[in-house]
């Protein structure tokens, strides 16, 4: 276990709705990072936050948003569902900007039908 | 182009033996090098971390990095049938866009 907690574990949702999907950081962390992994790929890089402030952003189009608040925190939402977006969603945390020794969370299994 | 490669496999390895897992990286701003392990449905697991060239060991893992060839290896030791997962390399590029890059990992089957 790493401290890093996600909400919902699993999601199914249709194409065109709107998902937000939560992490909470381990403790004394201040940077969090979501990834989206697809089947059999690597995780992919969707943005950061540090300080609640985004800190870099992959090649994710806007429909793609997310939030930190003052406790570390984090939401990622996701506009106009499309069926290529069901993934698993992972979020990441580490105590700088640099990703160092990021530890992930279990991830949220979404699914658009 | 920014890029992580590994082969996919499966691979392969009897228990007890060396299990070498490789990755290529296109990126030579490349600085910080990381391996992690996946298990089926879970998530990724940090294994190791090396940032400057030669071997870094760590129990029965060690790390080996070339940045001159853009290359870095995990090496398992006595192999158990708990390693059988997916290994994933993935390569900080500290100021860009793309903090981290991932590759699509290797699947690695112990046989008992």
């Known amino acids: 276990e790493t401290g890093v907690t996600q909400s919902p574990t699993h999601l199914i949702k249709t194409r065109g709705q709107q998902v937000t999907l939560r992490c909470s950081s381990q403790?004394?962390?201040?940077?969090v990072s979501w990834y989206q992994q697809a089947l059999g790929q690597g995780p992919q890089f969707i943005f950061q936050?540090?300080?609640?402030?985004?800190?870099g952003r992959g090649n994710f189009p806007p429909r793609f948003s997310g939030l930190q608040f003052p406790n570390y925190s984090s939401e990622l939402n996701v506009n106009a569902l499309e069926l290529d977006d069901s993934a698993l969603y992972l979020c990441?945390?580490?105590?700088?900007?640099?990703?160092?020794?990021?530890?992930f969370g279990p991830g949220t299994r979404l699914l658009v039908l | 182009q920014k890029e992580v490669e590994q082969n996919s496999g499966p691979l392969s390895v009897p228990e007890g033996a060396i299990a070498s897992l490789n990755c290529t990286y296109s990126?030579?701003?490349?600085?910080?090098f990381f391996w992690y392990r996946q298990y089926s449905g879970k998530s990724p697991e940090l294994i190791m971390s090396?940032?400057?060239?030669g071997d870094k060991e760590d129990g029965r893992f060690t790390a080996q990095l070339n940045k001159a060839s853009q290359y870095v290896s995990l090496l398992i030791r006595d192999s158990q049938p708990s390693d059988s997962a997916t290994y994933l390399c993935?390569?900080?590029?500290?100021?860009?866009?793309?903090?981290?890059?991932f590759g699509k990992g290797t699947r690695l089957h112990i046989l008992p």
């Open positions: 990441a945390s580490s105590w700088t900007d640099t990703q160092e020794t990021q530890y």
């Open positions: 990126d030579r701003g490349s600085q910080s």
């Open positions: 090396i940032y400057s060239n």
């Open positions: 403790s004394g962390h201040n940077t």
């Open positions: 936050y540090y300080r609640e402030e985004e800190n």
């Open positions: 993935a390569v900080n590029v500290v100021g860009r866009d793309d903090k981290i890059i």
